[in-house]
Nanobody, 126 residues
Framework: QVQLEESGGGLARPGGSLRLSCAAS????????MAWFRQAPGAEREFVSV????????IYADSVKGRFTISRDNAKNTVYLQMDSLKPEDTAVYYC???????????????????WGQGTQVTVSS
């Protein structure tokens, strides 16, 4: 069973940057689709980005495309989300998720993911 632990959240100014980390244990990140979701107060959890293990594809939500970058370090068994040009609307709890079986068309769907971390808070405010 894969266990995921997020870190790196905190407070950032608008226009600033943060890097989130998701450390995996019990499985290797290169064998899983590794995704980031986020949930703002009063809102539903939404897809942010995924690093697909088949084909090494990366997919981004339109709201973060060009500002966020997902990457994977196999040696550290960790996935990262580099967040630049942060906006107040990026404020949310960010969750790491993992799955082995979803095909490309399913990668944005919350229900595709079997394993979840506890989340890390990101607050963007001046």
């Amino acid at each position: 069973q894969v266990q995921l632990e997020e870190s790196g959240g905190g407070l950032a100014r608008p226009g600033g940057s943060l890097r989130l980390s998701c450390a995996a244990s019990g499985g290797t990140v290169r064998s899983y689709n590794m995704a980031w979701f986020r949930q703002a107060p009063g809102a539903e959890r939404e897809f942010v980005s995924v690093f697909a293990w088949r084909g090494l594809n990366t997919i981004y939500a339109d709201s973060v495309k060009g500002r966020f970058t997902i990457s994977r370090d196999n040696a550290k068994n960790t996935v990262y989300l580099q967040m630049d040009s942060l906006k107040p609307e990026d404020t949310a709890v960010y969750y790491c998720a993992a799955d082995r079986n979803a095909i490309t068309s399913q990668l944005r769907a919350i229900q595709s993911y079997d394993y979840w971390g506890q989340g890390t808070q990101v607050t963007v405010s001046s």
